[in-house]
């Protein structure tokens, strides 16, 4: 079956304090690796799309990272508008669901 | 703003009672996504439909059922509705209908509450 795995569940951040999320996954065949970031009540937003090992995706303070088996969210200098729930998804070849989403890493950026 | 939109936002009904629940998609966007997020289960993928037809079934309920109209605009029918169906329901959307491959936008979400 496949899997996705996000850790932390949640991470407090001083504001300018650099950390990474982690998005590990066991899928049968990886088609797309997608974050996304959910602010409270709302729709989530897309972030980036990996497609192979070894690709970066960059924007602003964030760079999104895979390897064969995880992938890394590096959110550089955060500051307190990045807080947010970020969510991890794959898309697999396997069974009938397009994406499957981990239950994200709920990230908090005090000033 | 993803393009993606979705009405009701809030939605309240009591046991028993059925819904509807409508997303249009982004413009020139072809597949449509159903989503269920609860505290405890995060997204839940329900179904997806490409350019009218059924594309793609998840963990969806017999008693919810969706349908892709030919302006391409999607509804989500809730029916004999239980209190656990209380969550956001979003809908997504992409250009290609492979969901694996393509990025989904998704619209601002649904609140359902039965009581």
């Known amino acids: 079956e496949d899997q996705v795995t996000q850790s932390p569940e949640a991470l407090r951040l001083q504001e300018g304090e650099s950390s990474s999320l982690n998005c590990s996954y066991t899928v049968s065949g990886l088609r797309g690796l997608f974050w996304y970031r959910q602010d409270p009540g709302k729709g989530p937003e897309f972030l980036f799309t990996?497609?192979?090992a070894g690709e970066e995706k960059e924007k602003e303070r964030l760079k999104a990272t895979l390897t064969k088996k995880e992938s890394f969210l590096h959110i550089t200098a955060p500051k307190p508008e990045d807080s947010a729930t970020y969510l991890c998804a794959v898309g697999t070849r396997s069974g009938n669901t397009p994406l499957v989403f981990g239950k994200g890493t709920r990230l908090s950026v005090i000033a | 703003d993803s393009g993606v939109t979705q009405t009701p936002k809030h939605l309240i009904t009591a046991t028993g009672q059925r819904v509807t629940l409508r997303c249009s998609p982004r413009s020139g966007d072809l597949s449509v996504y159903w989503y269920q997020q609860s505290l405890d289960q995060g997204l839940q993928f329900l179904i997806q439909y490409y350019n009218g037809e059924e594309r793609a079934k998840g963990n969806i309920l017999e008693r919810f059922s969706a349908q892709q109209f030919p302006d391409l605009h999607s509804e989500l029918n809730l029916s004999s509705l239980e209190l656990g169906d209380s969550a956001l329901y979003f809908c997504?959307?992409?250009?290609?209908?492979?969901?694996?491959?393509?990025?989904?936008?998704f619209g601002p979400g649904t609140r359902l509450t039965v009581l």
């Open positions: 990996l497609y192979s």
């Open positions: 997504a959307s992409s250009v290609e209908p492979a969901g694996a491959y393509n990025e989904q936008f």
